[in-house]
Nanobody, 119 residues
Framework: QVQLVESGGGLVQPGGSLRLSCAASGSIIKIHTMGWYRQAPGKQRELVAGISSGGSTDYTDSVKGRFTISRDNAKNTVYLQMNSLKPEDTAVYYC?????????????WGQGTQVTVSS
């Protein structure tokens, strides 16, 4: 059994910063790509940022230069540092990871954490 547990969401003013964390636990053999998605009310879930097991990163255009994804492989944890936050960043943020266990390689999701950017 594998679990992804997120933390770090909350309410922040425009221009502020937040750091999201997502820790994976359970019967893990290897964690491959990890990423952060977000879903705003009435919109589809979108990929915000991804990071490979080797550390290569990719970002959606709207967050480039403001968000930074990183991972600590020793802690099975992925982070999302969000700076210069805008009201349009308001969404539920979900952690995702492709994880190999003894039963195979599958995608796993966190429960989601709310990020609200408002004055």
């Amino acid at each position: 059994q594998v679990q992804l547990v997120e933390s770090g969401g909350g309410l922040v003013q425009p221009g502020g910063s937040l750091r999201l964390s997502c820790a994976a636990s359970g019967s893990i053999i290897k964690i491959h790509t990890m990423g952060w998605y977000r879903q705003a009310p009435g919109k589809q879930r979108e990929l915000v940022a991804g990071i490979s097991s080797g550390g290569s990163t990719d970002y959606t255009d709207s967050v480039k230069g403001r968000f930074t994804i990183s991972r600590d492989n020793a802690k099975n944890t992925v982070y999302l540092q969000m700076n210069s936050l805008k009201p349009e960043d308001t969404a539920v943020y979900y952690c995702n990871a492709d994880i190999s266990t003894w039963s195979g390689k599958y995608p796993y999701w966190g429960q989601g954490t709310q990020v609200t950017v408002s004055s």
